[in-house]
């Protein structure tokens, strides 16, 4: 109720803040950034996070590598990206502020933990000087806060050692920086005692660094304003609405998908970053006919999904670019079998295991091309977290529709982050229900009726899906050539050449919707996307329309096939732009397949594009 009490300070309002949380990976910022989330989202604000960790479990504590950090954009009004730079940053360390000053604008408020700010802790990250008193941050507001003494004091009634109480200081900023915006407390107090339900003493005490947080700022003469951010209620169509990551948004699509088709769901799944939450959540929802398979490597997790598959189940395999470039040959076994089957790679910096807590877009073409023969395979890529839900139910559409495997293209960006999803209502959901192969389909010169596994369905060339134990449905398996129509292993040339080009068919006619494009004003260029780019190239679009500039914009779900309507849409255009998170992928197959000189725009660093950054980029394409 505290947030409700009468404020004596000043308040003022904005219309949109961005802060980053950043410490050591053992200072709790992810938890406290998801918290702060939580709690913007539940007072109806638009949002949009940027959650930023090393790959070590418990990286060198002090150093810059061992810096985590989350970044939360809030506004009244629709927004489209984690922001480009903070506002406010809260600096834990030494470590925490170094990693972090040069994105701070001018005027930035620096929330800093004083306690840390030591000569060995400044020492290891090149402070000669404490920055706090060498005037080499007069440029911003800055707020010394003692946050761990502080946070000790709070708690010392709580019989707790020096070092248990200290792991609370992340709460009593999280506690500041709610009292600093308005954030409701209820929530985090209740998941707080949730959280450590067993453990009722460091509830309470988390509790009480939380309410220590909240009454310093009420209190200190230091913090002489407050702030509030409106919620987004033009933002937001009419509905249900929660806070939801990518991941999460990917797993409810699969389980929606598994009702929808009626099928049970199966993850076969070995774990990586930044994949492993979707078994992790899938794990939880036996209820639903989940069942999920924690296999002892990549090439296991999709032989049973593939298997699974086989047996009449919704298969599902989850990883991420290293991952897939061990599921080669069981995916084009499954591009020979012809059976229903998700490959979902939420892509990360590479090569090898490259940068395993980054992002990236880099696994297009392995998607593409990724394997021995004449593999085609569909893809598509979700443009936001909450997207990931449509997508993922998109993905299962073709595959049983099409009876084949489907490439699903998220990363670490979209994974990770998370932002305000409207729950739809069951009846907006597709019907994704299959017949399966009940009794002969094909009759012989004798008159004899036979089962034929591949005698395809005339408009889409699938084949039946028989399910094992069918009686008279026994039909071969295994990744030599089939011979069309009866499945026999077939050497014959014409016999492949015909089953090559008809799997070919059977992916380029796949029934996709024409590409949308954006184009209000009849511009010369077009700014063409796909996947996690959307949230800021749109926003690059709108600081440039807002300039005068007109620019075109359009975004790719399906990427193989393309839609129909891209080769049209190409051509109206004197410039085409492709930004993307990789050294020009969809850019090469746009200039192969439709001989457009496409503009390549990339970046490779392991973080999303930022707005201004794009604006530049394309503001010089259009005045070329």
């Not at 959280?195 to 947080?213: C, D, L, S, T, Y």
């Not at 496409?598 to 392991?606: C, F, L, R, T």
Request: proline share 7%; charged share 20%.
């Amino acid at each position: 109720m505290r947030n409700k009490e009468a404020r004596t300070k000043e308040v003022r309002r904005l219309d949109r803040v961005i802060i980053r949380f950043a410490g050591d990976s053992g200072d709790g910022m992810q938890l406290t950034g998801d918290r702060f989330t939580s709690e913007t989202a539940s007072f109806g604000n638009d949002l949009s996070t940027l959650p930023n960790f090393p790959a070590e479990i418990r990286a060198p504590a002090g150093t810059l590598p061992g810096v985590s950090s989350f970044q939360l954009h809030f506004a009244d009004h629709d927004i489209l990206t984690p922001g480009d730079a903070p506002n406010v940053l809260v600096a834990m360390n030494p470590a925490a502020l170094r990693a972090n000053i040069e994105d701070l604008p001018r005027g930035a408020e620096i929330i800093v933990n004083t306690d840390e700010f030591t000569k060995r802790p400044m020492a290891k990250v090149g402070y000669a000087t404490s920055p706090l008193e060498d005037g080499s941050l007069e440029a911003y507001h800055v707020h010394p806060v003692p946050l761990t003494s502080m946070t000790i004091e709070a708690l010392k009634d709580f019989g707790l050692s020096r070092k248990e109480a200290e792991r609370s200081k992340n709460m009593f900023a999280l506690g500041l920086l709610s009292w600093m915006y308005h954030r409701p407390t209820e929530g985090t107090e209740k998941f707080l005692r949730t959280k450590f339900a067993k453990k009722p003493q460091i509830a309470e005490a988390n509790v009480a660094a939380f309410r220590a947080g909240w009454n310093f700022g009420e209190t200190t003469e230091d913090f002489a304003v407050s702030y509030e951010v409106a919620p987004a209620t033009s933002a937001f169509p009419a509905g249900t609405y929660r806070n939801i990551s990518g991941n999460l948004a990917l797993s409810l699509g699969l389980i929606a998908a598994g009702r929808q088709a009626d099928l049970p769901l199966y993850l076969g799944s070995y774990p990586i970053t930044p994949a492993s939450d979707i078994l992790h959540e899938l794990s939880k929802h036996k209820n639903f006919g989940v069942r999920t398979f924690q296999a002892e490597d990549e090439i296991a997790g999709i032989g049973a999904a593939l298997g699974a598959a086989f047996g009449g189940s919704l298969g599902v395999t989850t990883t991420s670019g290293p991952g897939v470039a061990l599921k080669s040959e069981a995916i084009g076994l499954a591009v020979s079998l012809e059976l229903p089957l998700l490959i979902i790679d939420i892509q990360r910096g590479g090569p090898s295991t490259g940068l395993p807590t980054k992002t990236e877009q880099a696994d297009l073409l392995q998607a593409m091309y990724g394997r021995n023969g004449e593999a085609p395979v569909p893809v598509i890529a979700p443009r936001t977290p909450g997207d990931c839900f449509d997508a993922a139910i998109d993905a299962v559409r073709i595959a049983l529709t099409y009876r084949t495997p489907v490439f699903l293209l998220s990363d670490g960006y979209l994974a990770n982050g998370s932002e305000p999803w409207r729950v739809p209502e069951v009846d907006e959901l597709p019907d994704l229900r299959v017949q399966f192969a009940s009794g002969p389909n094909h009759e012989l010169a004798d008159g004899t009726e036979v089962f034929w596994p591949y005698k395809r369905d005339p408009k889409t060339l699938a084949r039946p899906w028989a399910v094992p134990g069918t009686p008279g449905l026994e039909h071969r398996i295994g990744g030599i050539e089939k011979q069309d129509g009866t499945g026999n292993i077939s050497y014959d040339p014409a016999n492949h050449d015909f089953m090559v080009r008809t799997r070919q068919a059977k992916i380029d006619n796949i029934e996709v919707p024409d590409l949308e494009v954006d184009d209000p004003h009849g511009a010369k260029t077009l700014v063409l996307g796909w996947g996690s780019t959307f949230g800021p190239i749109s926003a690059a679009v709108r600081r440039l329309r807002v300039e005068g500039k007109p620019i075109a914009q359009a975004h790719l779900r399906h990427l193989n096939p393309f839609p129909r309507n891209l080769g049209e849409v190409l051509k109206r255009y004197d410039n085409v732009v492709v930004p993307e998170m990789n050294l020009g992928q969809l850019a090469t197959l746009i200039r192969a397949k439709y001989l457009v000189d496409a503009i390549s725009y990339n970046q490779v660093n392991g973080m999303p594009f930022k707005a201004e950054q794009l604006a530049t980029a394309l503001k010089e394409a259009i005045d070329d």
